[in-house]
């Protein structure tokens, strides 16, 4: 059974940072692919950054160069570090995972979902 559950939302002034946590009781063993999307009011859902099982082979698709996307393997926990805030990143942030030894991307089909976090920028 995988779980996941995001933590460290919450509300940061524009240009400000936060960091999200997801924790992952499931995906401990194999290849698979983790990654963040976000849904902004009233928007679709968007991906953000992902990252293969090693933590090796990672991509932002959003806010490069502000946002960033690791995870701790020993924690079995993936982190966004998100720098410079801007009004517009105000979303709802979801974790997925998905197993995966290929592409690992906004392009595939994520069976796992977190509860999400929400991240207001004002």
């Known amino acids: 059974h995988v779980q996941l559950v995001e933590s460290g939302g919450g509300s940061a002034q524009t240009g400000g940072s936060l960091r999200l946590s997801c924790a992952d009781s499931g995906y401990t063993y194999g290849t698979y692919c983790m990654g963040w999307f976000r849904q902004p009011p009233g928007k679709e859902r968007e991906g953000v950054g992902f990252i293969d099982f090693s933590g090796s082979q990672s991509s932002i698709e959003l806010a490069k160069g502000r946002f960033t996307i690791s995870k701790d393997n020993a924690k079995n926990t993936l982190y966004l570090q998100m720098d410079r805030l801007k009004p517009e990143d105000t979303a709802m942030y979801y974790c997925?995972?998905?197993?995966?030894?290929?592409?690992?991307?906004?392009?595939?089909?994520?069976?796992?979902w977190g509860q999400g976090t929400q991240v207001t920028v004002s």
């Open positions: 997925a995972v998905v197993r995966s030894d290929g592409y690992c991307g906004s392009l595939r089909t994520f069976p796992n």
